[in-house]
């Protein structure tokens, strides 16, 4: 089985930095991707790490440690846009199969 | 990208009915799709994952006679959710698997909410 953890909201100011932290224990490993997802919207994709270190896409970076079970997104230059649900998901097959950790809740304040 | 869409996008009934929810993927073949279900301000929760001209597959705590899954072609999938009871009121999402790409990648639809009264 799998467990996942990640923190449950964090709040941060408009044009600020703010890093989500996603740990996870599993007996397989075939990728960690992050979505957003707004309220009521389906999650959309934003990153994905198979092999440890940085991917860089935009104002988004994800980040993967394999041996410490831990991954972070970071969000630059937050807009209020980015007022949503981030979630952590890992995938242990080829298949595409995916466990999602709970979500964490950003919240953007101006 | 690729799209997946999702009928009915909402959807109200009584209690006792069964209501059915299709998931296309509508530029691509998938021979995967999967089915979630997501509670206000909870993380979606894997049901079942649908198997192109073969049974379901469902997660543990998923009963397979209440929600039934059908993977008839390669665009396509069904839930059924039968006798619903106001319990199964939720937001229900699918995805569709494609190996098209650089890695294993699912395709999202846009969900459809279930309110059962």
């Known amino acids: 089985g799998q467990n996942i953890d990640q923190p449950t909201e964090m709040t941060a100011t408009e044009g600020a930095i703010v890093q989500i932290n996603c740990t996870y224990q599993?007996?397989?490993?075939?990728?960690l991707f992050w979505y957003q997802q707004h309220a009521g919207e389906a999650p959309t994709f934003l990153s994905y790490?198979?092999?440890?270190g940085l991917e860089e896409k935009g104002r988004f970076s994800s980040f993967l440690s394999r041996s410490k079970g831990y991954s972070y997104l970071l969000l630059k230059e937050l807009q209020m846009k980015d007022s949503a649900s981030y979630l952590c998901?890992?995938?242990?097959?080829?298949?595409?199969?995916?466990?999602f950790g709970a979500g964490t809740q950003v919240v953007v304040t101006p | 990208g690729a799209v997946v869409s999702q009928h009915p996008s909402r959807v109200i009934c009584k209690s006792g009915t069964s209501v059915k929810i299709e998931c296309r993927s509508l530029?691509?073949?998938?021979?995967?799709m999967f089915w979630y279900r997501q509670f206000p301000k909870k993380s979606l929760m894997l049901m079942a994952t649908?198997?192109?001209?073969?049974?379901?597959?469902?997660e543990q705590g998923v009963e397979k006679d209440k929600f039934l899954i059908n993977h008839a072609s390669l665009t396509l999938s069904t839930l059924t959710v039968t006798s619903a009871h106001p319990e199964d009121s939720s937001f229900y999402i699918c995805?569709?698997?494609?190996?098209?790409?650089?890695?294993?990648?699912?395709?999202f639809g846009p969900g459809t909410r279930l309110t059962v009264l």
């Open positions: 790490n198979v092999l440890d």
């Open positions: 998901a890992l995938t242990t097959d080829s298949w595409g199969k995916l466990q």
């Open positions: 530029d691509f073949q998938a021979t995967t």
């Open positions: 995805s569709a698997h494609s190996t098209s790409g650089s890695y294993n990648e699912q395709f």
């Open positions: 599993t007996s397989g490993f075939n990728g």
């Open positions: 649908s198997n192109e001209g073969s049974k379901a597959t469902y």
